[in-house]
């Protein structure tokens, strides 16, 4: 059974960094591109960033230079390294797997929350 | 800035139809796009339906269907019931390893 689960969220003063984790089972994590998605609280989702089977990555305008994903291999584990947080990135993180070119398994989400 | 638009409501009476589309503030949707949709309920995660234009998800029932309709991307909710009252979202790869998500619509089904 495919199994995506994530953690590392929480309150946070702006400006502040955070490192998510993704914690993937029930499949071959390293054949896989694996994405981060995010939803700010009442509004709908955000791609934030994709990493590829090749560790070639790609990111959202509004995050690029300030987030960095990253996927452990050995750890079945994808990452997502957050730093200089602002107000608007209060959101549910969400890591999800890749299917041609579209989401098929999501995990849980992780709470991240900015405060000023 | 490429915007992917869906209408922000729509209401579907039960056993009715109902078709949400997915379009582009400049230009058409088209395959290339490789359109998807998603269903989420309050407080889940979001379930995926179909993906690639129109192929249905893993244990998503039939009366869910996608498609290209003119220059948009549609799901189609054929006999509606009560429990597809959600919130769709729709999903397009914008090539460059760029992916955009629609605003969202909110489904009532009454």
């Known amino acids: 059974e495919v199994q995506l689960v994530a953690s590392g969220g929480g309150l946070v003063q702006s400006g502040g960094s955070l490192r998510l984790s993704c914690a993937a089972s029930?499949?071959?994590?390293?054949?896989?591109?694996m994405h981060w998605v995010r939803q700010a609280p009442g509004k709908g989702l955000e791609w934030v960033s994709c990493?590829?089977?090749?560790?070639?990555?790609t990111y959202a305008d509004s995050v690029k230079g300030r987030f960095t994903i990253s996927r452990d291999n050995a750890k079945n584990t994808l990452y997502l390294q957050v730093n200089s947080l602002r107000d608007e990135d209060t959101a549910v993180y969400y890591c999800?797997?890749?299917?041609?070119?579209?989401?098929?398994?999501w995990g849980q989400g992780t709470h991240v929350t900015v405060s000023s | 800035q490429t915007v992917v638009t869906q209408e922000p409501s729509f209401s579907v009476s039960p056993g009715g139809t109902v078709t949400l589309t997915c379009g582009l503030s400049?230009?058409?949707?088209?395959?290339?796009?490789?359109p998807s949709w998603y269903q989420q309920t309050p407080g889940q995660a979001p379930r995926t339906l179909v993906y690639?234009?129109?192929t249905r998800s893993s244990g998503v029932p039939d009366r869910f269907s996608g498609s290209i309709l003119g220059n948009k991307a549609a799901l189609t909710i054929t006999g509606a019931q009560a429990e597809d009252e959600s919130d769709y979202h729709c999903?397009?790869?914008?090539?460059?390893?760029?992916?955009?998500f629609g605003g969202g619509t909110k489904l009532t089904v009454l």
């Open positions: 690639n234009t129109d």
């Open positions: 029930g499949f071959t994590f390293s054949s896989y591109w």
């Open positions: 990493i590829k089977s090749d560790y070639s990555t």
């Open positions: 400049s230009g058409s949707v088209s395959t290339s796009y490789y």
């Open positions: 999800a797997r890749d299917l041609a070119y579209t989401f098929d398994y």
């Open positions: 999903l397009l790869y914008m090539d460059s390893g760029i992916w955009v």
